[in-house]
């Protein structure tokens, strides 16, 4: 790990100032697509420092919220009209209004709740686009700062604590998988009880 931090700072030397725009960019770029974002989060804390870092880690996926949100209502609300029944789609759009606030902003908090996932379902209702810029830009920015924070301190935790932070980092793993892996087994188990209800009832 601590040959992969000293690559990175010598990748970073190398390219000069492209790293303060290829680093949001690829913030950006995560956070459009359905991929994990801490991993670039930890690297800008890595490579710039807690606050530059927390800067671009905050601005880049707030970038890529947006983006997400605009291709949803330009494109991907046509294609919920002609594919969606009416009601369904008007029942969405009843809740998500009804909602406000704080429909958009809790769910931030909410790790269950995909980043990606919430970006692109609200671009397909009429929730304003204000609304929604100001409570991701309110929404991400702890975890922005925690995990960015995390990877500009990584270096310091490898050299002084090499064997504790390989066990943590195992640990920390090792509960995000079963973590995965329950919510998996328990959504498996409820759309086979639904399967059995609808089947009996037939």
């Known amino acids: 790990m601590e040959a992969l931090v000293y690559d990175f700072g010598t990748w970073l030397e190398s390219i000069g100032v492209w790293a303060y725009v290829l680093a949001p960019l690829a913030m950006a770029f995560v ?16 490579m710039f420092g807690p606050v530059l870092g927390t800067l671009f880690t905050w601005g880049g996926a707030l970038a890529g919220a947006q ?29 998500a209004l009804e909602a406000d606030w704080w429909g958009l902003l809790l769910p931030r908090f909410v790790p269950l709740i995909a980043f990606t ?25 702890p ?6 924070a995390s990877g500009a301190g990584l270096p310091f935790l490898l050299q002084r604590f090499p064997v504790t932070t390989w066990v943590m980092a195992g640990l920390i793993t090792a509960y995000g998988a079963f973590r995965l892996y329950r919510r998996n087994t328990l959504r498996r188990s409820r759309h086979s009880k639904g399967d059995s209800t609808t089947a009996a009832a037939r």
């Open 117 to 141: 996932a919430l970006n692109w379902g609200a671009g397909l209702t009429p929730v304003p686009r204000r609304r929604f810029f100001w409570t991701t830009a309110v929404g991400i920015f």
């Open 67 to 95: 983006i997400s949100f605009e291709l949803a209502r330009k494109l991907g609300r046509p294609l919920a009209e002609r594919f969606v029944p009416q009601k369904s789609l008007e029942k969405a759009d009843h809740i």
């Open 143 to 148: 975890g922005a700062l925690v995990f960015t």
């Open 31 to 46: 956070s459009v697509l359905p991929f994990p974002a801490e991993l670039p989060a930890i690297l800008n804390g890595m």
